[in-house]
């Protein structure tokens, strides 16, 4: 069975960074995709980053939401079973609950199946 646990939430002022960290365990290569997700009470949890996870792939580059561009850098220790996300230039609307997710493809979006616990990240103006 996978384990996702995430690290690395917390308080920062508008225009801070703060690194996320995914530490997965198991068998993960059940799964061909992992990504970041991040939700908001009463919205509907958002993709963020995500990356194909395949052990052939030929595309390896992660994806990003549009609203975290140029902002926010998904990277992935193989050796560590670690995704992290660098978040940069944080803004006041990145204030969510922050998840990782191991899954599957569907189309050009992953979609979760195994999910961390969460962690919470707030940036204040």
């Known amino acids: 069975q996978v384990q996702l646990v995430e690290s690395g939430g917390g308080s920062v002022q508008a225009g801070g960074s703060l690194r996320l960290s995914c530490a997965a365990s198991g068998y993960t290569n059940l799964y061909n995709c992992m990504a970041w997700f991040r939700q908001v009470p009463g919205k509907q949890r958002e993709g963020v980053a995500q990356?194909?996870?395949?052990?052939?792939?030929?595309?390896?580059?992660?994806r990003y939401a549009d609203s975290v561009k140029g902002r926010f850098t998904l990277s992935r220790d193989k050796a560590q079973n670690t995704v992290d996300l660098q978040m940069n230039s944080l803004k006041p609307e990145d204030t969510a609950k922050y998840y990782c997710a191991a899954g599957w493809w569907r189309g050009d979006r992953c979609v979760g199946e195994r999910w961390g616990q969460g962690t919470q990240v707030t940036v204040s103006s």
């Open positions: 990356l194909d996870t395949s052990p052939h792939t030929l595309d390896d580059l992660p």
